[in-house]
């Protein structure tokens, strides 16, 4: 999300471990191309960068260590190059603010393209530095090179990133990193991408260049809503008898959290909240209807079918949305959708949504227009809203050996007391209803493109910006995501990266069981057989123990309702203490409804 974190600063990078630290003196002299391309990480301020070590980048990753002395920016090695993009995607959800990534020639980027496309669709800044084997073909060396070199390495990605380079000349990379800083720092955010050739970065300097000051580039600023766009939509606003928001896509600071609210109430509106922007609003305020979503609730397709006015801030796939709740229909209601994310909408991704009819709409940043909105309306002329009813919860069997979510969400309400606590991601069929929303932090929101194993990386990230803030950052994450990605969390022990990750085991990739029911209903064939090629058991996997492995601490499988109390103190205790954990919870994905084949059988294993 765009903007700075509220309340808390953004950690600074933390002293080097001994093993991390450069062994002196420095050569603080900038003598070779690759020193440019650092030094210029450091004038923009870049606290972190996430690399796995390659060959086409050794000029830069040597500037990076005996140049700048391995801080500012501090390197975080990883195991894998998706890891280091996930990072860098969960410490912009917490900041607002980009931190680098290298990856390795064409193949590291390769391996990074998944995490790219997640920050991409989730609209999150980073700076991507890549590299090349030598363009100078003279230069290259037998086979590696050559199979390490292409034309055009940011044609890979270039269709989900916001804007490339690859500089020609060490000359050419300040201007080059200067602008990829502001295109990404700049909203609608997204990932930039440099490619330094290999040559270059090994290139010496007959003399130390003048490099820019960055505050003559600096970003631009939010764009405001046109005038006469913010006087029209307030006269509908000030007439609607039945006015509704969605919050979606906005900044996670205080103050615009506050104007958010201030809106709704000045309007007596209605608040609907999307799950995949993460909090925007207190969703246990009076006008917030429901529960959080990803798809269109019950309550929230009432409330935006009842609606006479409808105004998105900043809502991700409007389209969708309005489809689902009015299934076709004709749309009575007027629409007002204030944002700038058309700007980054290419064509060969599909991630716009569907395109929505809007009778007013703001180009701008959803909460300048909020703020400008505020400011026209007239106070005090809308009769006080009634609370919408909230559905009654489900009883919870305290006792018994079938843990749910509902579960978990309860034991880690007890298990973490009246510490905050970000959740940096939360797996499928959370009950966001236990524990609601109250600040910008409490949750940072979905992955973007539905990208598995985002989950462990995007968690380490937030908590490295959440470090030194006082809050618990919790990811809890299904078994799939986190087998994906188990090697990012060595990366957390490494740099004592204090993270809880809750595994949510249904051992199962339990959402294409119910595909593939829904699809054997559809031909009247077998259900039963819905978890054929999805099961992960047989052997089930030592969640726990992998986790031991990478050097995190580690608890599981937990099998008993009674034991989740204790196990989740002790672990956020080791969270608190600064260190990360793991907690492998084995789970009912049914929530005692009937069970068939293997999920049955599952359901019936033991082991504590």
């Known amino acids: 999300m765009p903007g700075s974190m509220p309340d808390e600063d953004a950690a600074s990078p933390s002293s080097n471990s001994p093993s991390d630290q450069p062994a002196g003196p420095l050569d603080e002299r900038i003598g070779w191309g690759s020193d440019v391309a650092a030094q210029m990480l450091r004038r923009l301020d870049i606290p972190y960068i996430a690399l796995n070590p390659g060959a086409s980048y050794r000029g830069f990753h040597d500037s990076l260590v005996n140049h700048l002395g391995n801080t500012k920016p501090q390197m975080l090695v990883c195991l894998h190059e998706e890891h280091a993009v996930a990072m860098a995607q969960g410490y912009a959800k917490a900041t607002g603010q980009p931190m680098a990534v290298a990856l390795h020639s064409n193949v590291g980027l390769m391996h990074g393209s998944m995490a790219i496309f997640n920050a ?16 100078d073909a003279a230069s290259r060396r037998p086979w590696i090179d050559w199979v390490h070199t292409s034309q055009d390495q940011g044609a890979l990605i270039r269709n989900f990133i916001k804007w490339d380079d690859q500089p020609g000349s060490v000359a050419a990379i300040p201007e080059s990193m200067l602008r990829a800083w502001q295109q990404t720092a700049t909203a609608p955010h997204g990932p930039v991408y440099v490619c330094l050739d290999a040559d270059l970065q090994e290139q010496p300097l ?17 764009t405001r809503p046109d005038a006469g766009a913010v006087t029209q939509a307030a006269r509908l606003l000030i007439s609607a008898e039945r006015p509704v928001i969605l919050f979606g896509r906005c900044r996670r600071t205080m103050g615009d959290w506050d104007c958010r609210v ?19 609003v207190p969703t246990d305020h009076r006008l917030h209807v429901g529960a959080p979503f990803n798809r269109i609730s019950a309550e929230a397709k009432a409330a935006l079918r009842d609606a006479d006015v409808i105004l998105s801030l900043g809502w991700i796939d409007l389209g969708g949305a309005l489809r689902q709740a009015f299934d076709g229909e004709a749309i009575a209601a007027k ?3 204030a944002g700038q994310d058309h700007h980054l909408h290419n064509g060969w991704g599909k991630e716009p949504g569907g395109l929505p009819p809007v009778d007013i709409h703001m180009a701008a940043d959803p909460d300048a227009a909020a703020a400008d909105l505020l400011a026209v309306l007239p106070e005090g002329n809308k009769t006080s809203r009634t609370s919408p009813e909230k559905p009654t919860p489900p009883e919870m069997d305290a006792t018994g050996n079938v843990i749910n979510m509902r579960h978990i969400a309860d034991a880690l309400k007890q298990a973490t007391g009246d510490q905050p606590v970000t959740f940096a991601c939360l797996a499928r069929a959370w009950p966001a209803d236990m524990l609601p929303h109250r600040h910008p932090l409490d949750y940072l929101g979905k992955d973007g493109g539905g990208g598995i194993g985002s989950g462990p990386g995007i968690t380490i990230g937030a908590a490295l910006a959440l470090k030194d803030s006082g809050r618990l950052t919790v990811g809890v994450i299904g078994d799939g995501d986190c ?3 188990m090697n990012a969390l060595w990366t957390a022990a490494k740099y004592d990266i204090p993270a809880l990750f809750v595994v949510a085991n249904n051992l199962s990739y339990f959402n294409d069981e119910l595909h593939q029911e829904s699809i054997a209903k559809t031909r009247q064939r077998n259900v039963a057989n819905r978890w054929i090629g999805q099961a992960i058991d047989n052997p089930t996997p030592d969640i726990a123990t992998i986790a031991k492995a990478q050097g995190v601490d580690a608890f599981g499988p937990v099998t008993q309702v009674g034991e989740l109390v204790r196990v989740l103190q002790e672990a956020a205790a080791i969270v608190k203490a600064g260190r990360p954990c793991l907690v492998d919870v084995h789970i009912d994905p049914h929530h005692g409804r009937a069970m068939t084949g293997s999920a049955a059988r599952r359901s019936t294993a033991g082991g504590a």
């Open 120 to 135: 991409w669709c989730d609209r999150q800044p980073m700076i991507i530095l890549g590299a090349t084997g030598p363009v």
């Open 206 to 222: 007959a003399e130390e260049p003048e490099l820019p000051d960055p505050a003559r580039y600096a970003p631009a600023v939010s």
């Open 483 to 485: 087998l994906m990605s």
């Open 262 to 280: 201030a809106l709704a109430e000045r309007l007596e509106a209605r608040m609907l909240s999307d799950l995949k922007a993460g909090s925007m």
């Open 335 to 337: 629409i007002i959708h």
